[in-house]
Nanobody
Framework: QVQLVESGGGLVQAGGSLRLSCAAS????????MGWYRQAPGKERELVAR???????NYADSVKGRFTISGDNAKNTVYLQMNSLKPEDTAVYYC????????WGQGTQVTVSS
């Protein structure tokens, strides 16, 4: 079993920044493949960013150049630095990892006001 706990969401004005954290515990020994998804009201959940132990990262086109995913293997924690936030970034953000099966965090709300 793997437990994922997110933190760092909140309310911010457009153009502002937030940093999300996701701490993993249980049967997980690296940050390989950990990622962030988001789901806005009435929309499907979408991948925002993912990181691998090699250092490779993937980003959704909509956040490239504004969001940065990073990780700390020693702490089994990944971060999502979100800059130049836009109202369309408003969503619940979920941490995700796959280890035999998929695991999800409880989600953290990010609200960007215009």
């Amino acid at each position: 079993q793997v437990q994922l706990v997110e933190s760092g969401g909140g309310l911010v004005q457009a153009g502002g920044s937030l940093r999300l954290s996701c701490a993993a515990s249980g049967s997980i020994f690296s940050i390989n493949g950990m990622g962030w998804y988001r789901q806005a009201p009435g929309k499907e959940r979408e991948l925002v960013a993912r990181i691998f132990s090699t250092g490779r990262t993937n980003y959704a086109d909509s956040v490239k150049g504004r969001f940065t995913i990073s990780g700390d293997n020693a702490k089994n924690t990944v971060y999502l630095q979100m800059n130049s936030l836009k109202p369309e970034d408003t969503a619940v953000y979920y941490c995700n990892v796959a280890r035999i099966r998929e695991y999800w965090g409880q989600g953290t709300q990010v609200t960007v006001s215009s």
